[in-house]
């Protein structure tokens, strides 16, 4: 069965410093991951996903992420974080192409808080 | 567009109350998903539609938990009766295809049983 894994439950990073989230998850068949963001009271809004292709993906708001799949990770990045970064961090993967997929696996979430 | 819409956004009940929860999915979706997210914890598939039929309701608590999706639109949740457990956030998320499209979701529905 898939699962992931977010390292961190909470995150404290002073604005302008760079920050990484730590994401793992497990699955015996090929994967899509995504980072999703939750600001306070609103819904899920997508950052980045990775389907194929380069292992570096690039998302909103100035994230990125790097799928490594030898250690099964898919790490998310900001170089510079703003107070407006402040949310719950979620990542998240999904059920094969090729199935009847869509299904989304979330992690626990990961609290970023920026202090000025 | 239009996104996801979910109502009512709060709801407070006592246990044993029944309730429902309504959510119209962006125009065209064929795929409509429920999830429930319980207070520091990630959001967990409770259904899945692919237009109006079932895909994956293997999470839903079949005893007091159903769902329907009316014309492969519109789609309600409800809970009869509702637990203390029951206590979370019901997400409500569509998507153009069941396949690793992204998935919008809505505000969500608060409830809380008391």
């Known amino acids: 069965a898939q699962s992931v894994t977010q390292l961190d439950s909470q995150v404290p990073v002073f604005e302008e410093a760079p920050v990484e989230l730590r994401c793992n998850y497990s699955s015996s068949v090929s994967v899509y991951l995504f980072w999703y963001v939750q600001y306070p009271n609103q819904g899920l809004q997508l950052l980045l996903k990775y389907l194929s292709g380069s292992t570096l993906v690039k998302g909103i708001n100035g994230f990125e992420a790097e799928f490594n799949k030898s250690q099964t990770s898919f790490h998310l990045r900001k170089p510079s974080v703003h107070i407006s970064d402040t949310a719950e961090y979620f990542c998240a993967v999904a059920e094969g192409i090729y199935n009847q997929g869509g299904k989304l696996i979330f992690g626990q979430g990961t609290e970023l808080s920026v202090k000025p | 567009e239009a996104g996801v819409a979910q109502s009512p956004r709060y709801k407070i009940i006592e246990k044993r109350q029944s309730v429902a929860f309504w959510c119209n999915p962006i125009s065209g979706h064929a795929t409509l998903y429920w999830y429930q997210q319980i207070l520091g914890q990630g959001p967990k598939l409770l259904i899945q539609f692919q237009n109006n039929g079932v895909v994956d309701d293997s999470q839903l608590p079949k005893d007091r938990f159903s769902a329907e999706r009316l014309k492969g639109v519109d789609s309600t949740l409800k809970i009869q009766p509702a637990k203390l457990e029951d206590s979370a956030v019901y997400l409500c998320?569509?998507?153009?295809?069941?396949?690793?499209?992204?998935?919008?979701f809505g505000p969500g529905t608060r409830l809380t049983v008391l």
């Open positions: 998320a569509s998507s153009f295809r069941a396949t690793a499209d992204e998935q919008f």
